[in-house]
């Protein structure tokens, strides 16, 4: 079975640019979810999408940041303008939705964002 | 208070040691429990599920004590491949929402 594909694996950028990430879930994974990892820290739920409605984004700064999954597959990531705390690893992860092992989570490789 | 605290390390420990990592959490209304494991530069992935009861898997064994909200790992006879950190995670409730500790470094030694 496929794992969950992000692109690119590493991107850098200087302040105030635009960035993309995108992300493949695992085929049939009903949710999607986007997190932030800092050095030093443990992941950051930013968005959570089921299928292509959001369940939760309490902690993505909408001023800045932007996720979307319009057929409820594949999902980007964007952030505009850029800050050098935005500095981190951008990681995608999925899983099945009504199944005993819904609770474990597939993450992708990341995508590592420098902000100079 | 972050929600998920655990001790940073590093844990340093010679092959074959036993080494615990505790964990505790501030939300009484967290339903599930699981330790993931990330290699340095990858991505996290599930190591164990943590149950009231106990749970073991080889030299892997979790606990979980919901009066005191802990958590705990325990690595038997260590290995060089053990070296990773190790993350602390609960599940808060109906949508699946995970919340990571900041993990703890283990580095097994030679």
């Known amino acids: 079975e496929a794992g969950v594909a992000q692109s690119p694996r590493y991107k850098i950028i200087e302040k105030r640019q635009s960035v993309a990430f995108w992300c493949n879930p695992i085929?049939?994974?009903?949710?999607l979810y986007w997190y932030q990892q800092i050095l030093g820290q443990g992941p950051k739920l930013l968005i959570q999408?089921?299928?292509?409605?959001?369940?939760?984004d309490s902690q993505l700064p909408k001023d800045r940041f932007s996720a979307e999954r319009l057929k409820g597959v594949d999902s980007t990531l964007k952030i505009q303008p850029a800050k050098l705390e935005d500095s981190a690893v951008y990681l995608c992860?999925?899983?099945?939705?009504?199944?005993?092992?819904?609770?474990?989570?597939?993450f992708g490789p990341g995508t590592r964002l420098t902000v100079t | 208070r972050k929600e998920v605290e655990q001790d940073p390390g590093p844990f340093n420990v010679p092959e074959g040691a036993t080494v615990a990592f505790n964990c505790t959490y501030s939300?009484?209304?967290?339903?599930?429990f699981f330790w993931y494991r990330q290699d340095c530069r990858k991505e996290p992935k599930l190591l164990m599920s943590?149950?009231?009861s106990g749970n073991e898997d080889g030299r892997f064994t979790a606990q979980l004590n919901r009066a005191s909200q802990y958590i705990s790992l325990l690595i038997r006879d260590s290995k060089l491949s053990d070296s990773a950190t190790y993350l602390c995670?609960?599940?808060?409730?109906?949508?699946?929402?995970?919340?990571f500790g900041t993990g703890t470094l283990l580095a097994v030694q030679p």
């Open positions: 999408f089921q299928n292509n409605g959001v369940v939760d």
């Open positions: 085929s049939g994974h009903a949710t």
């Open positions: 992860a999925s899983s099945p939705l009504n199944r005993a092992s819904s609770y474990e989570q597939y």
């Open positions: 943590v149950y009231s």
């Open positions: 939300n009484s209304a967290s339903q599930s």
């Open positions: 995670v609960v599940n808060r409730g109906a949508t699946n929402k995970l919340i």
